[in-house]
């Protein structure tokens, strides 16, 4: 089936759902390619501080802990897989082969990212996860092209998607938009409760969620309070507090931290230290600000 066919021969509801899903899919991998931040360690985009965030509170977060050191690679794939689902999608190129990859990568977004959004429903992975089901039910249901022809137009066709991608990621390189400054001291803005006081004694730490959805720990003792980020600047793997050696640690590639001298490193494949996060006390709560 060609490509005008295939439009003609689908009702107006799955022509509707074939474009949206296709066209949202292109778009999601063109703001990925497109953010400088996405694939650079030490941003508050990179895929590594976000896997990093999901891997605290996902019911898959042995899973995202397991794979973290690979974030880059990661990234380039989930990049590249969204431009060929979104280009197959529309171009009718094993068409149910590409609604099952789409309802598999909303499947593990939502278990990765949003699993813990209440209501459930508030979570736009969960309805692209059913979306994309749907889309497949039907096409899996009409036997057509189901299977990838190996022959030469097969060929040139997945040749087509593959390329499509690789372009796609390349131009958007090219015209990396720019971080906005005010956009993002808009989204910091406000303080963000941690803790009671009262729940954390001094010589104890907390790990927390900070307001830029990156794993944090926080610190008390009888000076005062601190916090950092809990993201690794080496490959974006999350550091935890070893009350023994009193250092934060790094379990992908040992990189080691002294939070009690502006989390400097102490020894590791990184000479950056950790992102400072400013706490506060504010009357009985420990506060982000």
């Known amino acids: 089936m060609n490509l005008k066919t295939s439009w003609r021969n689908q009702l107006w509801p799955l022509r509707i759902l074939r474009a949206w899903l296709g066209f949202t899919w292109i778009y999601a991998g063109w703001d990925k390619a497109s953010d400088p931040g996405f694939l650079t ?143 993002s001291t808009g989204a910091e803005a406000g303080s963000k409760k941690i803790i009671e006081g009262v729940a954390i004694k001094v010589g104890e730490t907390h790990n927390f969620i900070s307001k830029a959805g990156t794993p944090a720990v926080l610190f008390r003792t009888k000076t005062g309070v601190f916090a950092y980020s809990a993201v690794c600047t080496h490959e974006g793997c999350t550091v935890a507090f070893n009350s023994a050696s009193k250092n934060l640690q790094c379990g992908c590639h040992g990189a080691v931290f002294d939070p009690f001298d502006g989390a400097k490193v102490v020894t590791g494949p990184t000479n950056q230290p950790l992102a400072k996060i400013k706490v506060a006390t504010e009357g009985a709560w420990i506060v982000e600000s």
């Open 41 to 183: 360690s030490g941003s508050p985009t990179f895929i590594g501080t976000q896997l990093s965030a999901f891997a605290t509170n996902s019911p898959i977060g042995f899973a995202i802990s397991g794979v973290l050191e690979n974030a880059t690679q990661i990234g380039i794939f989930v990049m590249l897989a969204e431009f060929a689902i979104g280009a197959a999608t529309l171009l009718w190129i094993a068409p149910t082969w590409a609604a099952m990859g789409g309802f598999v990568m909303s499947l593990t977004l939502w278990l990765a990212s949003s699993w813990q959004v209440k209501p459930y429903f508030l979570a736009s992975n969960s309805a692209y996860t059913i979306l994309w089901l749907t889309y497949f039910l039907f096409l899996y249901g009409s036997r057509r092209n189901s299977k990838v022809s190996v022959d030469r137009r097969g060929f040139l066709r997945v040749s087509t998607v593959v390329t499509i991608a690789v372009v796609g990621a390349v131009v958007g390189k090219l015209f990396s938009r720019t971080t906005s400054a005010t956009a």
